[in-house]
Structure formats: structure tokens, C-alpha cells
């Protein structure tokens, strides 16, 4: 019970739940559904070996009164006087045997009465007999057959099978009785043949949709409800040295499983075996049938409740989770719980006493948060107003139009590269006076006006200064950050890291979204001097602690206050640096708020 309570513990609930149905449900129902199909399976096989027996012992039954009946006929036409002074008279002409045997009435009443009688033939070797009626002169084709030897060898009534081919090729099997007639005071022999009728036994046996099959000795099937077997060996395996071999059992036939009855019949008054087989070659069909059906059940008894608690347990662990997400969005400090929760039961109860302990956090929290909103309020107002003031130190206006007019002056007078620079400076101050005041911009905005201020600084240095704008895709250009972030650090770099340096400077901007902390990263970094220890130690300081400039220039300060006071404390700017490999400003900020701003542009 520990190890199962172990095993439960280290899954999850869905997990618990499919093992719970598993082991309570489905285990049991296939053990008991396996049992019960075999124990059907057996009651099954039974119940067709009963039937098929009883049904080969009915068949038995019919053929022991056919023979015994055909055998007392037999014997009333052996003794008869009238067929034994027919068999031993002497007649003249021919017309005489013709009127002695249409006055022996016998043999046409038991033909003309029994339908289980074919035909009856007497095979004489009278030389006085023609063939007439149911008398036949005896050929030496029938002398040959085994049949009238073995007849005339003994004095005992016998069975045996015998064909009969028509003119026109037709064989004709039938389950004969054949007797020797003893011509008394005579030297003649006569042998008699019942033909018992193939339609009568058909009549007789064929009711009950088996397969019957009847033999004698070990001779070929004489009779079979499918015509086509007449003349075939049995085509199951029959002990025939058993005087009373009997058999119920499965056999495969033709690939196929059929059950099979055989019995042994003793006709009366008479040595001869005679084989009655029955088969049953749908009997399996029909219990596969069942079978088939019986799984059926087992199977919808499995699968509904299957999918029935695949259904609930996706509902349930669903709820779980979100109940989960939930207390776990409280435990990171994130208030903004579901408005509701599905159901009534526990699970909603605990729900609703984890709103009550979130309502009652953020009443604790909303005081001192209060206070630290009007602090940052205070500091962005008075951040915005110094940016305003370093804006309006000179008439923008007025400075704009003079430096067009300026340029316009150049550019009549020839001098194009001061016309250029004229223009640059002036679209660098467009930007500048189209901020002033505005709350956001987009990121392709302010990569251009970098674009710009760079364009300015290479008329003044030439090839010396060189960049390079790298990003993801430019999706990421149209979200809204806070106006003159970039520009004040390309400059830092340009003036603290390739001033100096006579060196081909460059400078690279590389901007890409950091998808696991949400951030959008700039990075610029800078090919120059780099900076030494203590001096990145103390800029470091300088940019958490120090306060603007008296210069008025928006240094790395003003801008990692900025995005803090916007965005959170734990964004800004960060600088890594070695003496000789140059310097990269890095600024993080986050990426949520950032598509939220853009909307607001």
C-alpha cells in the first residue's frame, strides 16, 4: 500500500486518475470478459455438439427403420411361391414368361406402395427369364460385380452402395439391400436388388440444415445432402475395426472448422456397418459471431467510460491548472486574478478564498504603492520639465528657418557640402522639435535620427567613423519608446571612444528581442580604447547615482533614469567595457509594454 501510495504521489492527477480507472475498470472487466467468453465459448461448443449428435442419432433412427423395413420386404419376396415358381419355371414361348410375370403382382405393389423402394431388381440365370419388369437376365458384366459374387457366396442379406449410370452418362447412387433368392428344386440362382430411394432418404434426413453423410463399411459415401460428394470417401477419419465406433468432436475440413458426429449402424438382420456422419461446418461461424459480439460489449463497456473519463479528467485537471496558474500568478505578485471560476465545488471554494486573500495583499500594498506613484509622478514631471527647458533654450523655430535659409545659400552658391551638412543639422533639429513634448516615438524614428546625427559626424571625421544597424526584422521598428534614448549614447561613444583613436572607428546597433525575459535589447557597442577598471567602476556609479550635468547635455544618466521611472526599476542601461576592445552600452526594456505603448502613437 506505501509503494502504491508513492507511486501516486510522484504522477500527476491526470495520471492518478487513468491509473485509478485502469486498475478498478478496465483490469477487472477484462478478466471477467476474458472468463466469460471462454466459459461462452465452451456452452457454445457444447450446445452445437448436442444438437449435432442428436441430429446424427435421428438420422441413425430413420435409417434403422428404412433397412429394417427394406429387409422385411426382402423377405417377403424371397419366400414368396409366386416368385419362386416364376424364378424356376420353363416357358415355351416368350409371350408365356411375359403373362407369368405380369401375374406375380408382388414386387409392383411394394414398388407402387413404399416410396423408400426405387426399384426392386431380381438378376436370374434362368434361360427360360427375359428381361422384363423388375427380372433380369444375369450378364456376365454383373457376374463380375463384387456385390453379386459376394450375394452369391452367402446366404445372409447384406447392404452395400451401388451406381447406376443412364444412357446418358448420369451416375445414380443408392444405398442398395442385395440378397440371394434360393430357387428351391433348381439349379438356377437368382440375387435380388433393393435400390432404396435417394429422394425418400432426402425427404427423410435432410431437415435440420446439416450435412449428412452416409457410408457402409469402407466403401464411398452413398448418400450426402450435396450431391456432389455421391461416389467420394468420407472425408473424415472413422476407426472401422470398432464394432460401434462413435464420435463428437471438431475436425478442420477444406481449412475450415466443422463439428462432426459419426455413429455406426447395424441393420437388421445383417453384419454390415453402416456409417452415419454429420457435419456442421457453420457452427463456428456462428459462434465467432457471438463471440464477436460478446468482445463488442466488453469493448463499448470499456470505451465509454473511456472517453467519459477522458472528458472529466480534462475538465478536472483543466480547472486545476488554472487554479494553479492562478496561485502561482499571486505568488510572483501578479494581482490580476480570473474575474471567475467554473463550478461549485471545492476546487471553487478555494478559488474564492484566494480572491479574498489577493483583495486583502493589494488593499496592504495599495498605500505604500500610492505613495511610491506620487514619488515617481514628482520625477517625471521634473525630468520632463529639465528636458523641456534644455529644449527651449534656443528659439527652435527661428533656428530651423535660419539654418534652411543657410543651406538654401549654399547649395545657390555651389558649395553642396555645406549645403548637406546645413540639411542634416536641420533634420537632426526637426526631430529634436517634434519630440519636444510627446511622450513616445517609434523605434525606425529614432534609428533614423541616429542615422542623421552619425551622417553629421562623418563630414567632420570622415571615414574614421563608419556603423552598422542590425535587426531582427523590421516588425521591431514599429514599436513606441520614449523619444532621445539612442542619439545621447551614439554620441558618448563617438566623443569617449573613438575620439581619440585614429584607427577606422565603428560602431554597431544591435537590436533583438529577448523572448525568454520579455526584453527588447539595444546594444551599441563601439570599437575604441575601452575603458580601464576604476573608470567603468566610477561611470557605473555615475549613471545609478549622479544627477544631470551643469553643461545641460542628456547624458547616460538622464536616459537610464528615464526608462526607469517609465518602464521599472529593473531596466536601464548597463555597460560592459575592457581596455582595448572597445565598449557596449546596453538598454533593456520591456517588450509587453512596448507593443501596449504602440497602439498609444
Not at 432 to 450: I, K, P, R, S, Y
Not at 461 to 474: A, S
Not at 532 to 538: I, N, S, V, W
Request: contains cysteine.
Amino acid at each position: 500500500m506505501r509503494k502504491l501510495k508513492n507511486l501516486l504521489t510522484r504522477t500527476g492527477i491526470r495520471q492518478q486518475l487513468y491509473f485509478t480507472y485502469f486498475t478498478a475498470m478496465v483490469v477487472p472487466i477484462i478478466i471477467v470478459g476474458f472468463l466469460l467468453c471462454g466459459n461462452t465459448y465452451r456452452i457454445l461448443v457444447d450446445y452445437h455438439s448436442d444438437l449435432l449428435e442428436s441430429d446424427n442419432q435421428r438420422v441413425r433412427s430413420i435409417l434403422y427403420e428404412i433397412t429394417a423395413q427394406i429387409y422385411n420386404i426382402s423377405e417377403d419376396i424371397t419366400f414368396s411361391e409366386e416368385i419362386q415358381g416364376l424364378l424356376g419355371g420353363r416357358y415355351g414361348e416368350t409371350e408365356w414368361y411375359y403373362e407369368a410375370v405380369d401375374a406375380v403382382g408382388i414386387m409392383d405393389s411394394y414398388e407402387a406402395y413404399y416410396t423408400e423402394i426405387n426399384d426392386i431388381r431380381i438378376y436370374t440365370d434362368n434361360p427360360y427369364a427375359q428381361n422384363y419388369k423388375q427380372f433380369e437376365r444375369i450378364t456376365p458384366e454383373i457376374r463380375e460385380n463384387d456385390w453379386y459374387k459376394k450375394a452369391t457366396g452367402q446366404s445372409a442379406a447384406f447392404f452395400r452402395e451401388i451406381v447406376r449410370v443412364d444412357e446418358k452418362g448420369n451416375a445414380y447412387w443408392n444405398l442398395c439391400l442385395i440378397r440371394k433368392i434360393p430357387v428351391i428344386n433348381t439349379r438356377y440362382n437368382a440375387v435380388m436388388v433393393i435400390r432404396i430411394s435417394d429422394d425418400y432418404l432426402r425427404s427423410r434426413i435432410d431437415t435440420s440444415g446439416y450435412e449428412n453423410m452416409v457410408s457402409v463399411g469402407e466403401g464411398a459415401i452413398c448418400y450426402c445432402s450435396d450431391r456432389k460428394k455421391y461416389g467420394k470417401p468420407v472425408p473424415v477419419t472413422i476407426d472401422r475395426n470398432e464394432p460401434y465406433y462413435q464420435y463428437v468432436g471438431r475436425q478442420t475440413m477444406n481449412n475450415k472448422r466443422s463439428f462432426v458426429s459419426i455413429s455406426t449402424l447395424h441393420p437388421y438382420q445383417s453384419e454390415n456397418k453402416i456409417y452415419i456422419t454429420t457435419i456442421n461446418d457453420k457452427g463456428f461461424e456462428e459462434i465467432q459471431g457471438i463471440l464477436f459480439i460478446c468482445v463488442g460489449i466488453l469493448l463499448f463497456a470499456i470505451i465509454i467510460p473511456i472517453f467519459l473519463i477522458y472528458f472529466f479528467t480534462n475538465y478536472f485537471t483543466e480547472r486545476v491548472n488554472v487554479l494553479r496558474g492562478e496561485m502561482h500568478k499571486a505568488s510572483m505578485q501578479d494581482y490580476e486574478l480570473l474575474p471567475e471560476f467554473s463550478g461549485h465545488d471545492e476546487l471553487a471554494e478555494v478559488f474564492e478564498d484566494l480572491q479574498i486573500m489577493v483583495k486583502n495583499i493589494k488593499e496592504q500594498e495599495a498605500k505604500s504603492y500610492l505613495a511610491q506613484i506620487n514619488e515617481k509622478e514628482l520625477l517625471i514631471q521634473q525630468q520632463s520639465m529639465e528636458l523641456k527647458m534644455l529644449s527651449s533654450q534656443i528659439n527652435p523655430h527661428f533656428l530651423y528657418n535660419t539654418l534652411e535659409t543657410i543651406r538654401m545659400k549654399a547649395f545657390v552658391s555651389g558649395d553642396r557640402e555645406v549645403a548637406t551638412a546645413i540639411k542634416l543639422l536641420g533634420k537632426s533639429m526637426r526631430h529634436v522639435l517634434d519630440n519636444t513634448g510627446t511622450a513616445f516615438t517609434t523605434l525606425g524614428e529614432e534609428l533614423a535620427h541616429v542615422e542623421t546625427y552619425i551622417r553629421i559626424q562623418k563630414l567632420r571625421f570622415g571615414d574614421r567613423i563608419n556603423y552598422q544597424v542590425n535587426t531582427e526584422d523590421e516588425d521591431i521598428k514599429k514599436y513606441a519608446i520614449l523619444p532621445l534614448l539612442l542619439q545621447p549614447i551614439v554620441e558618448n561613444s563617438i566623443i569617449h571612444g573613438l575620439w581619440g583613436d585614429e584607427r577606422e572607428g565603428h560602431i554597431a546597433i544591435n537590436i533583438f528581442r529577448d523572448n525568454v525575459n520579455a526584453l527588447l535589447v539595444i546594444e551599441i557597442r563601439d570599437n575604441g580604447e575601452g575603458i580601464d577598471g576604476e573608470a567603468l567602476k566610477k561611470l557605473k556609479y555615475d549613471i545609478e547615482h549622479s544627477e544631470v550635468g551643469r553643461t545641460g547635455s542628456i547624458g547616460l544618466y538622464n536616459i537610464n533614469r528615464r526608462v526607469k521611472l517609465h518602464y521599472g526599476e529593473e531596466y536601464g542601461i548597463k555597460i560592459r567595457s575592457k581596455t582595448g576592445e572597445g565598449t557596449a552600452v546596453i538598454l533593456t526594456i520591456p517588450l509587453e509594454i512596448l507593443k501596449n505603448d504602440s497602439n498609444l502613437i
